[in-house]
């Protein structure tokens, strides 16, 4: 059983900066690809960035040159750094883990097999 923790939500200012933090346990985390969703009320779940295990990366359009999404699998630990925050990047953004083999639908959540309780991110204008 693989857990995620998911850390380093807020309130911030438009225009400023966050860095969530997502720690799993388990020997699989290696290997899985890792992806940062988040959902806003009334809106469905949605991907922000995932990376497979040897650094590959997919960002939705809305975030591409904002996020930055990276691992540090001596650590068990997948990153999202926001900058250029924005009011509508406000929501619960939660971590998931899935097998490598869903990186070609890897904005799909249904493809994740474990997630993190999720952090808020609130970004005030």
């Known amino acids: 059983q693989v857990q995620l923790v998911e850390s380093g939500g807020g309130l911030v200012q438009a225009g400023g900066s966050l860095r969530l933090s997502c720690t799993a346990s388990?020997?699989?985390?290696?290997?899985?690809?890792m992806g940062w969703f988040r959902q806003a009320p009334g809106k469905e779940r949605e991907l922000v960035a995932a990376?497979?295990?040897?650094?590959?990366?997919n960002y939705a359009d809305s975030v591409k040159g904002r996020f930055t999404i990276s691992r540090d699998n001596r650590k068990n630990t997948v990153y999202l750094q926001m900058n250029s925050l924005k009011p509508e990047d406000t929501a619960v953004y939660f971590c998931?883990?899935?097998?490598?083999?869903?990186?070609?639908?890897?904005?799909?959540?249904?493809?994740?097999?474990?997630w993190g309780q999720g952090t808020q991110v609130t970004v005030s204008s």
């Open positions: 998931a883990a899935g097998p490598a083999v869903i990186w070609a639908v890897a904005a799909a959540p249904s493809r994740y097999d474990y």
């Open positions: 388990g020997p699989t985390f290696s290997t899985a690809v």
């Open positions: 990376i497979t295990s040897r650094g590959s990366t």
